[in-house]
Nanobody, 127 residues
């Protein structure tokens, strides 16, 4: 089993920045570098949507809505994945979830690909 714990959410004004962290651990946790990691978000009244993902070799992909503003990265020595969020706007307000999978069968932007999820961290952007 893999546990994921997000942190770093909060309230920020439009145009500001936040950095989310997701720490991975677990009794049967394999080498962190072998896991594909993703960030998703769920805004009030909306479906969960893909934000960003990073593959085992560091290849990244982003949703169009955050491209150029958000950066996903990983520190394999610390078993942690980050989401640096710049130029935030009120439309970014959501609960942000970290996700992990050992095996990627299809696209890293699909939530169904991920086996493990964190509890989420709230990001609120005021106008």
């Amino acid at each position: 089993q893999v546990q994921l714990v997000e942190s770093g959410g909060g309230l920020v004004q439009a145009g500001g920045s936040l950095r989310l962290s997701c720490a991975a651990s677990g009794r049967t946790f394999s080498t962190f570098s072998n896991y594909y990691m993703g960030w998703f978000r769920r805004a009030p009244g909306k479906e969960r949507e893909f934000v960003a993902a990073i593959r085992t070799l560091g290849i990244t992909n982003y949703a169009d809505a955050v491209k150029g503003r958000f950066t996903i990265s990983r520190d394999n020595a610390e078993n942690t994945v980050y989401l640096q969020m710049n130029s935030l706007n009120p439309e970014d307000t959501a609960v942000y979830y970290c996700a992990a999978t050992r095996y990627l069968r299809s696209s890293s932007s699909l939530s169904s690909e991920y086996d493990y999820w964190g509890q989420g961290t709230q990001v609120t952007v005021s106008s």
